[in-house]
């Protein structure tokens, strides 16, 4: 569904130019749903405008849905659907209207795009506001309209900038149930960009993580977890002046790596912390060092992030 090979971006103002996607290599099968994950300034929406024909790459190759992304730009976008962080809804027309002119550009007739756009009111759980102005709609509301609008051309390949960015739980919450079922009911294959990790790592089949243009981890959440960030655990010590002693002892543990301390407590990352955290405790108690806590935590995709640049994506975003 999608193929990109080599694809780059420079953007150049003045004088000065900037590498915003250094080489994106990349294939989504249909039916995927792929959560694009990076800090800020990463390059995930010049990334998505590329793939969406809307912006031409300074080099390399993409086809999507089929199409090449340079040379058969209006055949791309004719094929998908695309909701970018704005949205696609003005403040002066009916949402109804909206969603008939939509169609209207994808070449439908006002009738079939009359009742297509009723049918998506309904599946985005907006019925009966045909009538209604975009500005009485809550944020999680405009969002759903949104989802409606990308949805108008009945798109096998649905992009979505940031579709639950600025929203509160319930309604982030109910846009996922509204993208899943999607995919649930029509096959709907979807791309989409989150600054919300857990949402990535519960809802994502794929994550592909971008940052400084460059891909730089892919796979299942479960996967780049085990692989790139190890376990947990944190130990407070009932004395902090043992901390250097017992970090000496933790570097000695199985996949020991990333030893941090703070006051008492000491951190390190495990490659399995339920073999690892009594190996560790036994060890200490031999060395007569006093713990008041012990526990292991399972990694987040913040720690694959970390693990892979020393960096997280939510100190990038502070
Ligand atoms: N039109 C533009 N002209 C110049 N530089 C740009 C332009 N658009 C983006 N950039 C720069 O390209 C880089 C990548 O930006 P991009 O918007 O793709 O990142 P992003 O990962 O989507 O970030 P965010 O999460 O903040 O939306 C950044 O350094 C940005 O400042």
Redesign the pocket.
């Known amino acids: 569904m999608i193929h990109a090979r080599g694809l780059t971006k420079t953007?150049t103002?003045k004088k000065t130019s900037?590498d915003?996607?250094r080489g994106v290599d990349l294939d989504v099968e249909p039916g995927q749903l792929v959560a694009f994950l990076?800090?800020?300034?990463?390059?995930?929406?010049?990334?998505?405008r590329m793939l969406t024909g809307l912006l031409p790459p300074t080099s390399g190759t993409a086809r999507v849905a089929g199409h090449d992304v340079t040379t058969e730009a209006a055949a791309v976008r004719a094929r998908i659907g695309y909701i970018g962080?704005k949205g696609g809804a003005g403040e002066a027309f009916r949402i109804g209207d909206e969603l008939v002119t939509q169609g209207r550009c994808y070449g439908m007739t006002r009738r079939a795009a009359r009742s297509r756009a009723e049918e998506l009111l309904t599946v985005v759980g907006l019925d009966g506001m045909f009538a209604r102005k975009p500005s009485t709609l809550s944020g999680g509301q405009r969002r759903r309209l949104d989802i409606a609008l990308g949805l108008m051309n009945r798109p096998p390949l649905l992009f979505l900038?940031?579709p639950s960015t600025g929203l509160d739980p319930a309604s982030r919450a109910d846009i996922w149930s509204h993208i899943l079922r999607l995919r649930a009911d029509h096959g709907t294959t979807l791309f989409l960009?989150t600054?919300y990790l857990e949402e990535a790592d519960a809802m994502a089949e794929r994550v592909v993580v971008?940052d400084q243009?460059r891909i730089i981890a892919d796979g299942t959440a479960r996967r780049l977890k085990a692989d790139l960030a190890g376990d947990r655990l944190t130990v407070t010590l009932h004395d902090p002046a043992d901390v250097p002693r017992a970090a000496e002892i933790a570097a000695g543990l199985p996949g020991a790596a990333g030893l941090a301390s703070d006051g008492p407590r000491l951190t390190l990352r495990v490659a399995a912390a339920d073999r690892a955290l009594p190996e560790f405790v036994r060890a200490l108690d031999a060395a007569g060092l006093k713990i008041d806590t012990a526990e292991s935590s399972r990694p987040t995709l913040d720690d694959v992030f970390l693990a892979l640049t020393g960096r997280t994506i939510q100190d990038e975003e502070a």
Do not use: F
């Open positions: 953007y103002l900037v915003a996607v990076g800090p800020n300034g990463a390059g995930k929406s010049t990334c998505l962080q900038d940031e960009t600054h971008i243009g």
